[in-house]
């Protein structure tokens, strides 16, 4: 069972920053997580990929809206994974959730929801103009 929590979220003007984490476990072992993301989602909208990593770290990737504004990362001795998000704009209001993968091999498309295997409850972001 790996359960994702995630916090930080909040109400910030345009411009301003947050930072969100999602501290996660698993019964078998945290070692048994590859890959963290997080997702994210406007009511009336599908769900949309932010930005994922490594539990070690690595292999970081950004959806398209966040690139350059986002960044996240990982601190596998605390099982947190953080997304600080700069010049938040009001496009970026929306529920932010977290989920993880194991290791696998092949070649999979990180930025479809279906892909991923546990979700948190989700934090609230809100962006005023």
């Known amino acids: 069972q790996v359960q994702l929590v995630e916090s930080g979220g909040g109400l910030v003007q345009a411009g301003g920053s947050l930072r969100l984490s999602c501290a996660y476990s698993?019964?078998?072992?945290?070692?048994?997580?590859?890959?963290v993301a997080w997702f994210r989602q406007a009511p009336g909208k599908a769900r949309e990929f932010v930005a994922t990593v490594t539990r070690s770290g690595g292999g970081t990737l950004y959806g398209d809206p966040v690139k350059g504004r986002f960044t996240i990362s990982s601190d596998y001795l605390k099982n947190t994974v953080y997304l600080q998000m700069n010049s938040l704009n009001p496009e970026d209001t929306g529920v932010y959730y977290c989920t993880d993968a194991a290791r696998r091999p092949g070649d999979w498309d990180v930025r479809t929801p279906q892909e991923w295997q546990n979700w948190g409850q989700g934090t609230q972001v809100t962006v005023s103009s």
């Open positions: 698993a019964s078998g072992g945290t070692s048994t997580i590859d890959r």
